[in-house]
C-alpha cells in the first residue's frame, strides 16, 4: 500500500455510522450519529415516533420522545445517557425551558450532567418545539 492508500484506509477506520431502526429515519442528508475515534455525534432529534412517523403532541411529549430517541441510538452504539459530555438544545419558544429542562434531567438521572446549551430558534423541522443533538464519548 502507498502513503495515500493507508491514510484513505486510516480515515475510513476512524468513523462508523450508527443507525437503528428504533429511531425514525434521518429526514435530511445527514446520519442518525457518527462514532469516530471514541465519540458519538448524534444528529439533532425531533419527536417522530419511530413506530408511526408521526409526531408527539405538546412539549412534554415532544421532549419525551425526543429523549427516547436519543436513548436508542445511544444503546445502538452501546453507550448511555451518562457517556454524554455535551448537549444542545433547541426550543421554539423559551418559555418551553423548565418544562423541557425538567423532563430532561430526570433522563440523565446523575448529578453529574453533560455540558450544555439552550437556544431559541425561529423554527424546527416539522414545526416541532424542540430538537436535541448530543455528544457522547466512550468510557
Wanted: charged share 20%; net charge neutral; no cysteine.
Amino acid at each position: 500500500m502507498n502513503e495515500f492508500e493507508l491514510k484513505t484506509l486510516s480515515l475510513h477506520s476512524v468513523k462508523k455510522i450508527i443507525s437503528t431502526n428504533r429511531v425514525p429515519l434521518a429526514i435530511g442528508a445527514y446520519s442518525q450519529a457518527v462514532l469516530s475515534r471514541g465519540i458519538l455525534y448524534i444528529s439533532g432529534q425531533i419527536p417522530l415516533h419511530p413506530e408511526t412517523g408521526n409526531l408527539a403532541v405538546g412539549i412534554e411529549e415532544e421532549t419525551h420522545q425526543v429523549m427516547k430517541n436519543i436513548a436508542s441510538i445511544l444503546k445502538e452504539a452501546e453507550m448511555g445517557f451518562d457517556n454524554v459530555v455535551k448537549t444542545s438544545i433547541f426550543l421554539k419558544d423559551m418559555n418551553d425551558f423548565v418544562k423541557v429542562n425538567e423532563i430532561y434531567s430526570s433522563y440523565l438521572g446523575t448529578q453529574n450532567y453533560p455540558a450544555r446549551e439552550t437556544i431559541q430558534v425561529a423554527g424546527l423541522p416539522k414545526n416541532v418545539g424542540v430538537e436535541i443533538s448530543m455528544i457522547a464519548h466512550q468510557k
